[in-house]
């Protein structure tokens, strides 16, 4: 069992900048492919960017080039640093992990950081 607690929202102007944290408690942190989700008012859950166990990367063509997903294993926390932040990112924000072994696929959800930009 994982438990995921999101930190670091709020709200900030358009083309600035915010850090947001995912701490994730219990056993085996670093075997868990890590994501960040983001939801806004009537739109779909969408991926934001995803950190693998390995520490490869990738990143929703919106945010490339503005948002950097990170982990410090130690810590047992992901990060996801956004610059040069659009209002059209506004939306509540969601850390997930998620690992698969040959018999099933273990997939838990924060409770979610609301980020608003706006002027």
């Known amino acids: 069992q994982v438990q995921l607690v999101e930190s670091g929202g709020g709200l900030v102007q358009p083309g600035g900048s915010l850090r947001l944290s995912c701490a994730a408690s219990?056993?085996?942190?670093?075997?868990?492919?890590m994501d960040w989700y983001r939801q806004a008012p009537g739109k779909r859950r969408e991926l934001v960017a995803v950190?693998?166990?390995?520490?490869?990367?990738d990143y929703t063509d919106s945010v490339k080039g503005r948002f950097t997903i990170s982990r410090d294993n130690a810590k047992n926390t992901v990060y996801l640093q956004m610059n040069s932040l659009k209002p059209e990112d506004t939306a509540v924000y969601y850390c997930?992990?998620?690992?698969?072994?040959?018999?099933?696929?273990?997939?838990?959800w924060g409770q979610g950081t609301q980020v608003t930009v706006s002027s």
């Open positions: 997930h992990a998620q690992y698969s072994d040959p018999l099933k696929t273990y997939s838990y």
């Open positions: 219990g056993s085996a942190f670093s075997i868990y492919a």
């Open positions: 950190i693998a166990s390995r520490g490869s990367t």
